[in-house]
């Protein structure tokens, strides 16, 4: 300890944490405590004291007393060591720009340190949490962390934990450690794996399960055993250890769509931060939340703290219920028979007619337990679905007589919210809004929220005033403006292996209909994705070219089949069997492929087969 403390002596200052005995002692005795200011989760003495934590969905929100002064703090993570260094920059900051200290939101938008945990369906209602990013104590608890946080269904829980990376420390120091730091988790089973941990392995609960290696495990250990649970696979990357996920996987396509849920958070806040601070959120999840998985992208907006989720149709918004979801779910299209699920699950219908109204009063009534929520769609100018405002007295003498149901909110869809030279046709659509919200509530004599911009909406009139906004394809990092003035990440990356290349000679044809004519020596690869997974036939005969790993771009040739198509790879001297393409992805952006076919970017992902595996991972 003196000689790492032996780094810091010509400070200025130092900001270190009072809970830790052995760094105190440290800097009393090389006399540093005079430059020294300390933070504390328990001391009231420190400097900057937190008081308490209160955890929730998105994060944690800390009291503070700093200098006797009471603040609070939001931070959207919830691991400790995140948390420690968040109070130590916040102590840092009244010595090297105080006048930061106003404003505590930007907090709110910091990220974790990077690691990378890759959450994927596994076999028999497993889900397996592939964290093999890196291997020590500090990446344990962090992993350990989300698991946690991940499992707020209440699944029985399993950690699987091979030998650590650590050479700085007394391995049964370290392990004594590691033993206690999962011991507060209250795991349902533990697999240690590795000489070291089986060394050690009388530190850990009785219970505990011991393999000398991966193999040992692989061989030994059914995942039978543990269906119905969330797995934490932690160890260091060995061919071991990944022919175990890819076992345990519940599907083995080798065509994946791999969904960065890093980015998903980012892309919220990056949309967040263009709006009004008092503006909340309504987060679109419909179509399997544009391919991307409903579930996974729900559970991140819920951390990353949106206020509502909307989906299509009650089957999916009854899907997350039952998935742990608890936040309150706008459903956009509801059918008049499936109201008593919608009542039974909780959630909030959309009522885009009068006659619908009238049959939600009557549902809400027979099935419901107290008032509950609706939110009236008006037709402005769209002219798809909505009420119109010669219908408005008979909407309001429905709303007056009735104690069964109350508006929520009243919005409407913008037809052409990304085209500027359309604005005057938008504005009138807004002003139609303003009045229908104005005359509802002057009748009903109570408060509604109206919403009406969309992602193309929110960044074009970010000050229109609303009380929501609703984030769509944004989210998911294509933007529906050809120019905006925030960045938005893709948040998917579409790959697929070649499965077999053919030698085809000058002459010869590919696939049905002979339509690829080959007119060169040519080397064909075959790959597993066809019209079956959502891949559009349009796209063949040369319309599209998809990346090999040394960066040729491969084009399709002849048509597109319903399992595989056929890309032209002569080019391409490296490409061969098991070699990754990508469809799209970093620098091949969605809208290559919807430009090709002709269509919007939101067709592509949204018809993504379910046979297509989707892997989730953070960094």
Not at 600 to 612: D, K, M, T, V
């Amino acid at each position: 300890m003196r000689e790492k403390l032996s780094l810091f002596t010509d400070c200025e200052a130092i900001i270190a944490p009072l809970d830790q005995p052995l760094i105190v002692e440290g800097l009393e005795q090389m006399g540093l405590t005079a430059k020294s200011h300390f933070w504390s989760f328990s001391d009231e003495r420190a400097e900057l004291w937190v008081r308490q934590i209160e955890y929730h969905a998105s994060g944690v929100t800390l009291s503070l007393s700093m200098d006797g002064v009471e603040r609070e703090l939001h931070l959207p993570f919830l691991d400790q060591g995140s948390i420690a260094d968040a109070v130590a920059a916040l102590l840092l900051l009244k010595y090297t720009a105080p006048s930061l200290l106003e404003d505590l939101t930007p907090f709110a938008t910091l990220q974790p340190i990077s690691m990378r945990l890759e959450v994927v369906q596994g076999k028999h209602r497993t889900l397996l949490i592939n964290d093999s990013y890196n291997s020590d104590y500090d990446s344990l608890a962090i992993a350990l962390d989300f698991l946690n946080r991940r499992n707020s269904d209440h699944w029985p829980t399993a950690l699987i934990l091979s030998d650590m990376q650590d050479s700085t420390h007394d391995p049964r120091e370290l392990y004594g450690r590691v033993a206690e730091l999962i011991s507060r988790y209250q795991l349902d089973r533990l697999y240690l794996v590795g000489p070291a941990l089986g060394q050690y392995r009388e530190l850990f609960p009785e219970l505990t399960q011991w393999y000398p290696d991966w193999s040992s495990l692989d061989k030994e250990l059914s995942l039978a055993q543990l269906a119905g649970h969330i797995i934490l696979l932690k160890g260091s990357h060995t061919s071991q250890f990944e022919r175990v996920i890819e076992d345990w996987k519940a599907l083995s396509h080798q065509t994946i769509l791999s969904i960065n849920l890093n980015r998903l958070t980012e892309n919220y806040h990056t949309l967040r931060q263009q709006l009004p601070k008092s503006m909340q959120t309504i987060c679109m999840i419909k179509a399997n939340a544009y391919g991307a998985g409903s579930y996974e992208v729900a559970r991140t907006l819920e951390r990353a703290g949106t206020e509502y989720l909307a989906v299509a149709v009650v089957d999916e918004g009854r899907e997350l219920r039952e998935q742990g979801i608890q936040l309150p779910i706008l459903v956009m299209n509801p059918e008049l028979s499936a109201f008593r699920q919608l009542i039974w699950h909780q959630l909030e219908p959309e009522i885009f007619s009068l006659e619908m109204l009238r049959a939600f009063e009557e549902a809400a009534e027979r099935y419901g337990d107290g008032t509950l929520p609706i939110h009236l769609k008006w037709n402005t100018g769209m002219n798809r679905l909505g009420i119109t405002l010669p219908e408005i007295d008979e909407v309001v003498a429905v709303l007056r007589r009735s104690s069964a149901v109350r508006v929520a909110s009243i919005f409407t869809h913008l037809a052409v919210a990304d085209d500027p030279t359309e604005d005057a046709f938008t504005l009138q659509q807004l002003e139609r809004l303003d009045t229908a919200h104005h005359i509802l509530e002057e009748r009903l004599g109570y408060s509604i929220k109206k919403h009406a911009l969309n992602t193309a909406g929110a960044i074009r009139f970010p000050n229109y005033p609303s009380d929501f906004v609703r984030l769509g394809i944004g989210l998911y990092g294509i933007s529906p403006l050809e120019r905006t003035p925030c960045v938005l990440e893709p948040i998917a990356t579409l790959t697929t292996q070649i499965l077999q290349v053919q030698e085809v000679q000058p002459g010869e044809t590919i696939g049905y209909g002979r339509r690829g004519k080959v007119t060169r020596p040519s080397r064909i690869a075959i790959i597993p994705i066809g019209y079956a997974d959502g891949l559009p036939r349009r796209l063949g005969n040369g319309r599209i070219s998809f990346r090999l790993p040394d960066g040729t771009l491969a084009p399709t040739i002849g048509n597109i089949c319903m399992d595989t198509l056929m890309i032209d790879v002569t080019d391409a001297e490296s490409a061969e069997v098991g070699s990754e393409v990508t469809i799209f992805g970093e620098g091949l952006p969605i809208t290559r492929l919807s430009d090709a076919c002709d269509t919007i970017p939101y067709e592509i992902p949204s018809r993504l087969s379910s046979r297509i595996a989707r892997q989730y991972f953070t960094e």
